[in-house]
């Protein structure tokens, strides 16, 4: 696969890299797509931190969404403070103290088994004194995701609580179920983990406020169904009588940045490898992670084109390799390359792993064409988590 250079239209000849650089414009068309699903279908969508934090765009979110959901306290607490609107929680589990500091930031938390419900729900009423719904993460078992490391519906998985393990005691305190069991999937998958969440838990959604469809709806990615989405939400609504809401990230940035970088030096092994300023194993982890290959503007698969290179980052680990790509022309130093669709579980998974600096943070006007850098990262944020 090839990525035309043209759908990155912005000069980065005077970024300074490493970059993460977002398009505002894409972004707003994807949270306008969002916007439609939540009128149409009389829904909630909601920020997954998890998959996209960057915070100086939180006014541009707000404008479309109602709120975030969480997975920690530093989480629901930078959407408390930046991004306003609803907060939820959800996580593996929760500690005492975490617990305490959530329930003065969410207004939803989501437990993930019926004995961490049963510890926290005493504190709560002895301590809390502002409202909070509680939900539970349930576990119905069918498989949507072909990668294991990415499918909560996975044998043992650890995400969710199974049906028989529920006491009514429980439910009876409920005011919510939550699911998550899709990864970049579309409303077909939808269809079918509704038909298997119905199934297991028909007999209690009736009794519920409201349901959570967790995330991994690839609702903005080209080619989605987005009318049958709204149709699978309008009938579940109309047949329970309850609110719904989603909570992908990777919708809502998915297509809108990228992440620039600089070619530092060119070798020879059995063949041309370039040195990036930029990381798989700190700034791009899913590449060895998930994996995936990241697509560059202008360049093809290995032999594609005339000058082929191996791509590698500036960690010493070994393996920290991006790939190989080739090119229409021989690399130079100091040349620009443009990585493709950077935005979702990349500025929130970067480590400083051997000191390497994070890429800056910044933002580019459709408009305009001109890019502002929000945030850049020095030695003080290497050190300051390592003290």
Not at 172 to 201: M, W
Not at 284 to 309: S, V
Request: net charge negative.
């Amino acid at each position: 696969m090839t990525v035309n250079a043209m759908d990155w239209p912005y000069d980065v000849s005077d970024v300074e890299t490493p970059a993460f650089l977002v398009d505002t414009g894409a972004l707003r068309r994807n949270l306008a797509i969002l916007k439609r699903v939540q009128d149409e279908a009389d829904c909630k969508i909601l920020l997954a931190l998890k998959g996209f934090a960057m915070w100086a765009v939180a006014p541009i979110v707000r404008e479309y969404l109602p709120g975030v959901t969480s997975s920690s306290v530093d989480e629901a607490r930078l959407g408390r403070e930046e991004f306003g609107g609803e907060v939820h929680a959800c996580a593996p589990a929760y500690s005492d103290a975490d617990f305490r500091e959530l329930i003065w930031l969410c207004d939803h938390i989501v437990f993930n088994s019926p004995s961490q419900a049963a510890r926290l729900l005493p504190i709560y009423e002895a301590e809390g004194k502002r409202a909070v719904s509680f939900g539970l993460r349930v576990n119905h078992g069918h498989r949507e995701v072909e990668t294991e490391l990415y499918d909560p519906s996975a044998p043992r998985s650890r995400l969710g609580a199974l049906r028989e393990t529920i006491p009514d005691a429980l439910i009876a305190r409920l005011d919510g179920l939550h699911f998550h069991s899709l990864c970049e999937l579309g409303a077909d998958a939808l269809e079918r983990t509704l038909v298997a969440f119905e199934a297991q838990f028909g007999d209690v959604i009736g009794r519920m406020k409201w349901i959570n469809f967790g995330g991994g709806h690839h609702i903005t990615r080209p080619g989605y169904d987005v009318d049958g989405l709204i149709a699978l939400i309008r009938a579940f609504k109309q047949r329970y009588n309850v609110e719904v809401y989603l909570e992908p990230g990777e919708a809502i940035a998915i297509r809108t940045g990228v992440l620039v970088a600089s070619v530092l030096d060119l070798i020879e092994n059995n063949g041309p490898i370039a040195i990036l300023d930029t990381s798989a194993t700190a700034h791009m982890p899913d590449t060895l992670e998930m994996p995936y290959r990241a697509e560059i503007y202008g360049a093809g698969l290995p032999g594609a084109k005339a000058h082929t290179y191996r791509l590698g980052g500036l960690t010493c680990l070994a393996g920290d390799v991006i790939g190989d790509y080739s090119f229409d022309a021989p690399l130079t130093i100091g040349q620009k390359l443009v990585f493709a669709d950077m935005s979702h579980y990349t500025m929130v998974k970067t480590t400083t792993f051997n000191g390497v600096r994070l890429p800056s943070i910044g933002t580019v006007d459709p408009a305009t064409g001109k890019h502002t850098i929000h945030r850049r990262f020095g030695y003080e944020d290497y050190k300051g988590r390592l003290g």
